[in-house]
Structure formats: structure tokens, C-alpha cells
């Protein structure tokens, strides 16, 4: 081969030989997760014609229709609404939100402090951005435990009259904690509504789809949302989100998307209605491929000293590999090393800067086909301690461990290793 040196390649080696089982483990679910939804496909007769854009209005688009239903069906919920309308996470998060919380109503996360971006979502009571708090809708959160667990106690009493909704993220986002299995979610559900079954459960389902046989709503959530420029997207739907979950729920974000009474009626698909719809079939092989990559990198980093999380054998229920480095030259080295691999950009090199929505500058690598695809080999790190870098996805499993291998290969270049 001779692109790295006999030791790296070497390295290399003896790695896919140590992940052996755990890489064969990711086949079984993929085999589940695709055949799940050619089940959906054919159930709902999906046809070229679905596959039309619509202009408009869009009245009666039937290949939207459709579309809503096959992921309903593939995440064993009552109703689905999956739009290139949504601009990203953020915002389906936001819509689902905004469409069930009213003035007086309060939002309980119990996984801890959710994701960067949905800080401002939440905001602060006048902040005059239209925040959930601007509205009169409060927050509160109950932190994870020390050993990563939510905490009962803190959850039990922090439940009021005024608690509507309980938010759970499923993925660790930016924070060194383990994630949510389908599983322990199934276990949150089954505690809140024991509580009270009138709240209503809602997933921050982002980076957490077809990585586990099961979704949360196949274990109960009422509601959950995503993003199509993640794993749901299969790198090829050009942009959007999906909410999944309750009818009634569902109906209620729609109306906030569009308008109330008009809802999911309307809304012209334009050229995106196939991307969705290939992209959706081919999301569960392309998932089991960057997850792959997750745990073949997981197990190098490990080999070269560093701590990572989820250790290479480890159970999965997110995209998201997190290393943590020892200062920022490494973790700059980390993102700098990941682009240079990249079959998109690979000639500019990555530098911290302030994006909206985030708190602190963040480095970012992201040589992809659709702009911040995170399906797609990418790597970002927040430059705050302790210097934890954060990788996900890849088309394909070899582009990864490309990718882990010039990132050692940059390290050693600088002196780092
Ligand atoms: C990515 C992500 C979001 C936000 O999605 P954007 O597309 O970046 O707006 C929210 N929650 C989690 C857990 C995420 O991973």
C-alpha cells in the first residue's frame, strides 16, 4: 500500500483483526434496519411516480403523502411528518416544541443540559427572540449523575402541574457522557408516565437512527425529531428533518410549520422528494458503515493513548465517536487530519470560529457532499477543556479509517505522538 508508513499500516491491521466481531455485530442490525424499511416501501406501494416534485401549493403531493407514512411505518409511530422545509435539527426540534408547549406550560429535560444550539431555543424569559421562555413557556433540567444516569430523584421532584412535556436526548451531542440506548429510553418512558401518563415524552432523536434495531417511538416516546442532513438522510436527501410520533402531536407541529389548519397539506416537495426517499433506503448500510468507522477509530485512538468514548467495544446508539485529547494542538491536529481525507475540500485547512448558535468557537472538519452532512466523515471539537474532539459518520468505512490514519499521521508530523 505505502500511503502511511509499514508501523501505521501495520497498526491498521491488527485493529480490523482485534474489531472483527464487533464490525460483524453492526451487519446484523443493518440487515434488520434495511429490510425494515423495503418493508415500508413495499407496504405503501412506493412508486416512480411518487418520486415527482410538486410546485406551489402542492395539494394532494402524493409522493409527500406517502413518504410521511413509510417513516412512520419505519419508526413504529401513528404519523410522520418529513419535510426539506425543515433547515436542520434545530429547527425540527424547535417546530415539534413550540408545536405541544403553551404559555404556562414548562419543558423538563431530564438527560441534562441539552445541545448547544437549543440553548437559544429555550432562551431566556424577554429575551424578545420569540424563545420558549419569550413565550411564557419555562424550563428546568435535571443533570445526569456522576456515573452518567439520569436521576430519579431529581426528576420525581422536579415534576409539577405545570410539566407537559419531558425531554430526552438520545445522543451525548457535545458532552462527554454515554449515550441513551433504545432500551434504557424504554425505561424513562415507562417511569414518567407511571408519574403521570399525561406528559408527553418527547426524543431528540439526532444522530441515534438505525444505529440500534429500535427507535425510541417503538418503545413509547410520543414524539421525536431529526434531521435529514444526518443518518435518516443516507448522504443523499439534499436537506430537511422529520418529526415522528402521536397523530395528535404530529398534527400540533405541523400546524407550526406551516400554519394552523393548514398543517401538512401544503408544501411544495420541488426536486427533493427522491433524494428522501433513496436517501431513507440507503441510511441503515450507510449508518452501519460510519459506525464501523466509529469503532475502528474508538480502537486506534485507544492504541495511541488517548480515551475514548465509546470505547471500541462498547454497545452503540449514536454516530458520535469522542476523543479526548490532551491539548488543542492535538485536538486541531484530530480536525485538520479528518479533512485532509476528505474526496470534498481537502485542500483547505479547517481553523476555529464562532458559528451561530454555539457558545464557544468550534473547530470543524467537513469535506462533504452536502454542506455539514454529518452522515458524511466529519469531526468537530468545541476549543474549550477538556479538549474533547467529536467524530461522526462516513459514507464509507474505508474513507474512515482513512481519515483516523492521517489524523495519527498529522500527529506524528508535529511531534504530538
Ligand atoms: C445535531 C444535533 C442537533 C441540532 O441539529 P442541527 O442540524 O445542527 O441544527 C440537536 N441535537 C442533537 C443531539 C444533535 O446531534
Known sequence: MARFTEELEQDMIAIEHQIKDRVQAVDRIVDLNQWKVIDAFQNHHVSDFHFAGSTGYAYNDRGREVLDLVYADVFGAEAALVRPHFASGTHTISTALFGVLRPG????????????????????????????LDFGITYREAALQEDGNVDWTAIENGITTATKVIGIQRSRGYDWRSSFTVEQIGEMVRRIKAINPELIVFVDNCYGEFTEEYEPTDVGADLIAGSLIKNPGGGIAETGGYICGKKQYVELAAYRLTAPGIGGEVGAMMGTTRGIYQGLFLAPTLVGQAIKGSIFAAAMFEKVGFVTKPAWHEKRTDLIQA?????????????????????VDSHVVPEPWEMPGYEHPVIMAAGTFIQGGSLELSADAPIREPYIGYMQGGLTYAHVKYGVLKTIQVMKERNLL
Open 105 to 132: 406550560d414548562e419543558l423538563f429535560y431530564i438527560t441534562g443540559r441539552p445541545y448547544d444550539t437549543l440553548h437559544k431555543v429555550i432562551g431566556s424569559v424577554g429575551d424578545g427572540h420569540g424563545s420558549l
Open 323 to 343: 476523543i479526548s485529547f490532551t491539548g488543542p494542538e492535538h485536538l486541531i491536529a484530530f480536525v485538520q487530519g479528518i479533512q485532509l481525507a476528505a474526496a
